[in-house]
């Protein structure tokens, strides 16, 4: 029988209720601790989800719990100070999207990983998505030919953030860092993970009185010839599609995920030949944060390198990077 696996959660704010139920939802695993500021907050979860322990600080939960892993459910400028933390007290590390804040200190956790033979989840969530994994296959068995151009969106349509997300100290950008990473590593996997070959952008704050931005439209050209262009935002009044919406031409057909199809045209004929997939239910929902806790279990019993691990969060992190060096510059980035 397979040892139990006790880990804990760091960070008890929205996002932490998905990892919860996705690791409550895996065989032989305990959460055995969380903590927050907010020990009140983190009290009501512990209460919610059976956890035995609660700790107001980090550091705490490291000295008196015995936990194998954590998940981070944090602001952005602590998910690397804190996941050192952990990874030099022999922790397996799960970091909530994105991987920090600039990729000079992603680099520097890698090579405490590394040093430590740790494991670094990223939680880049939409490749445990049916629909986008049925786009992927689509596109890897060449259905619509060679991919030439994507267009896909992290948008917010009359909504955005509240709190540290607003607040640059805390969350390193606005809306790029928020919402277009997760079109940008959406379109990367269902390109094959391609590295970036340059980057060009430019990104604003034109919706509301915060010192991070909300809008952004970032092309990226990849190294295997295709173009991207990816939009964020907050407070927008329209986007074409929701969270992770990605369109996809190709020489031979055309793909979109939300809504997912597969549309090649017909040889010789009028008209085309679509698969479609029903829309989900709910767009965020939990079976793929269940599968992205069952694949960060897996490998840490297996020791087997997990994807997304910190080298997809790296390819993330320096895209974003340049899209804001391109913006202030007026300049391609180039890799």
């Known amino acids: 029988m397979e040892k139990k696996l006790n880990v804990a959660i760091v960070g008890t704010g929205y996002i932490a209720h998905f990892h919860a139920k996705g690791l409550l939802d895996q065989e032989n695993v305990t959460i055995s601790a969380v903590c927050d500021l907010a020990v009140d907050k983190a009290q009501e979860f512990a209460d919610k989800y059976g956890v035995a322990d609660v700790f ?41 999207k994105p991987l920090g804040v600039n990729a000079a200190e992603g680099e520097m956790l890698k090579s405490e990983m590394n040093d430590q033979k740790r494991i670094i989840m990223i939680g880049h969530m939409w490749r445990f998505d049916g629909q986008t994994q049925f786009v992927r296959a689509a596109v890897a068995d060449g259905k619509i030919g060679e991919v030439v151009k994507t267009k896909g969106c992290g948008i917010h349509v009359d909504w955005g953030p509240e709190g540290w997300f607003t607040q640059k100290k805390l969350a390193g950008g606005g809306a790029l860092a928020d919402m277009g990473v997760h079109a940008i590593d959406t379109v990367r996997y269902i390109l094959g993970d391609p590295q970036p070959e340059s980057v060009y952008a430019v990104v604003k704050t034109c919706f509301g009185k915060y010192d991070v931005d909300d809008m952004g439209m970032i092309v990226i050209r990849w190294e295997n010839g295709t173009t991207s262009l ?69 490998r840490i019993r297996t020791r087997l390198t997990p994807c997304p691990g910190i080298d997809e969060g790296l390819v993330v992190q320096r895209i974003v990077d340049a899209a804001y060096q391109s913006s202030e510059t007026g300049e391609v980035v180039r890799f």
């Open 56 to 96: 107001k600080s980090h550091k705490e939960l490291l000295q008196n719990c015995a936990c194998d892993a954590v998940v981070l459910c944090l602001p952005n400028a602590l998910h690397v100070p804190v996941a050192l933390d952990f990874i030099r007290a022999g922790k397996d590390v799960f970091i909530e």
């Open 230 to 298: 990816i939009e964020s935002g907050w407070w927008h009044p329209h986007a074409d599609g929701p969270e992770a919406s990605t369109q996809l031409i190709g020489t031979k057909g055309y793909a979109r995920l939300y809504p997912t199809s597969v549309e090649i045209p017909l040889e010789g004929k009028e008209g085309r030949e679509i698969t479609s997939l029903s829309a989900k239910d709910e767009h965020c929902d939990q079976p793929m944060y269940s599968g992205q806790m069952a694949h960060f279990v897996e």
